[in-house]
């Protein structure tokens, strides 16, 4: 990608970058906000109040950085706040989630604990790849939005933030490549990234940066005031009056898991082999030969990394079955340590639902560096759970996410041999093999067209469905090893 700011016009975005900025902002809080839509239907009809949950999401407009009509540049927009807030995660959103974002995001932060700023850090501006598939109910609520990645920045309270779009060359090479693209809704069928070349025939185009950015600074929050239990990350939730563990979402979202494990558990536990083909026959009956499913893997729940349950839409929503799986990874950086692994899961949850717009978070599982499993959207570990990570392919899917970024860093063994166990168990039981072939109908997406029956590894990358660079080039490079780990542990 093109320098940022270069020559005099970098030297003149640089100044105005080191500005300070007094604008308005919004906070959106769960220990302060009052619930709405869908959160407030839930609470009305449960009759209770919605208890406190420590996290929050600060949402601030961001301005032009430079008066780019006399100096006939890209337009600029950004943030300076040298402190004032806290968090650890960030992101931006625009209005519209058909408008893709055509430049250049970086951020740099100020530590919490030492006061120093970060260099400059890239953030992923094409997310639109990950989501609910076109025109179900999820993607065309009127509250979705475009977003970047989230960016993980660790314990922070100073942001400097600045969006450049592409010029006219960076937008022209821009254009040589696959580049992801949400399919436009047909009430727009006339919407343009672009500005008409006809109208101006003497200037150069440049595409506009998308209307209504906002900068999203998420606080995963902090864990409550109980111990928890000795094999648990060391940032793991307690459990107590600081977390929302007694309200009907969680109770719902606890009893999803209750067909495998008890009531409450900050854990499903592994089983061995033999356990596990016992519990698939209880599970799903009488088997006919011999039970192709790996031993089920430790898997940390909702409850263990800490959802507030009262942020997502009430209810669950199901595929009919799981056939394939797709791998990401979540391009929010690897600077986190593996104790801090729950805080990410929550910003990014966060995020998703309320920055982004969801009604949960997008993935079924995630996987940290250090192989540890996560439940993702809520809806049973077990079960078909409809998510948002593939679009155009979610149905009858499921999705994993490592924590991370592996565009030219190597994902950890523990990460690939958590994936491999993970998929022996879960397409064990629906009796698919990780090294087969399947056929999945395309939603609609920059690869396939609505309708298209596509032939699919069992096991793919987010790559396969969609024209992205997730999950990251070595993240992709394991895939193989993922496949034949999984049929291993399933004895085949």
């Not at 949950?53 to 407009?61: A, F, H, K």
């Not at 690897?334 to 998703?352: D, E, F, T």
Request: charged share 20%; proline share 8%; net charge positive.
């Amino acid at each position: 990608m093109p320098g940022f700011l270069t020559s005099s016009i970098g030297v003149t975005c640089a100044t105005a970058l080191a500005l300070p900025l007094t604008l308005p902002a919004t906070t959106a809080s769960a220990a302060t906000a009052t619930p709405t839509g869908a959160h407030a239907a839930t609470a009305a009809s449960a009759g209770t109040a919605v208890t406190a949950v420590p996290g929050s999401t600060r949402s601030l407009p961001l301005a032009p950085l430079t008066d780019q009509r006399v100096l006939g540049i890209a337009p600029v927009q950004g943030l300076y706040r040298p402190d004032g807030e806290h968090f650890s995660l960030l992101g931006v959103v625009w209005t519209d989630p058909d408008t893709e974002l055509h430049g250049r995001v970086q951020a740099r932060t100020r530590s919490a604990a030492t006061g120093e700023w970060s260099g400059w850090q890239d953030i992923e501006t094409h997310n639109a790849d990950h989501g609910p598939d076109p025109g179900t109910a999820e993607s065309t609520a009127r509250r979705v939005r475009g977003a970047t990645a989230p960016l993980w920045v660790g314990d922070a309270e100073g942001v400097d933030i600045r969006v450049r779009a592409d010029d006219a060359d960076a937008g022209s090479a821009r254009t040589s490549g696959p580049r992801p693209s949400r399919p436009a809704k047909p009430s727009h069928p006339s919407r343009s990234s672009r500005p008409s070349e006809s109208s101006h025939p003497s200037r150069p185009t440049r595409p506009p940066l998308p209307s209504g950015l906002r900068l999203e600074l998420v606080d995963p929050g902090r864990p409550g005031k109980e111990a928890p239990p000795a094999s648990a990350p060391a940032d793991m939730p307690r459990t107590g009056p600081d977390t929302d563990a007694d309200t009907d979402a969680a109770q719902a979202a606890q009893a999803a898991n209750t067909d495998i494990a008890r009531f409450g558990a900050l854990a499903i536990p592994a089983l061995g082999k033999r356990a596990t083909e016992e519990e698939l026959a209880r599970l799903k009956g009488d088997v006919k030969g011999k039970p192709y499913i790996g031993p089920r893997p430790r898997i940390v729940t909702r409850r263990g990394w800490g959802a507030d349950e009262t942020l997502r839409y009430g209810g669950f929503a199901y595929t009919k079955k799981v056939k394939a799986v797709f791998v990401h990874h979540t391009a929010s950086g690897n600077k986190y340590s593996c104790s801090q692994a729950p805080s990410v899961i929550r910003s990014i949850y966060r995020y998703h639902v309320t920055s982004m717009g969801w009604r949960d978070i997008g993935y079924n599982f995630l996987v940290d560096k250090c192989g540890t499993i996560y439940e993702g959207r809520a809806g049973g570990v077990t079960k078909a759970v409809l998510g948002a990570h593939t679009l155009g392919f979610n149905n009858n899917s499921m999705g994993i996410a490592v924590l991370g970024t592996y565009g030219t860093t190597k994902p950890s063994g523990a990460a690939v041999k958590a994936i491999a166990k993970l998929t022996a168990w879960k397409l064990g039981l629906y009796g698919v093999n990780p090294r087969g072939k399947t056929y999945l109908t395309s939603a609609g997406g920059n690869r396939y067209a609505k309708g298209k029956k596509v032939r699919l590894n069992v096991i793919s990358g987010h790559r396969d469905g969609f024209a992205t660079e997730c999950p990251g080039k070595r993240l992709y490079a394991k895939l193989g090893t993922a496949r034949s780990g999984a049929a291993r542990y399933q004895g085949r």
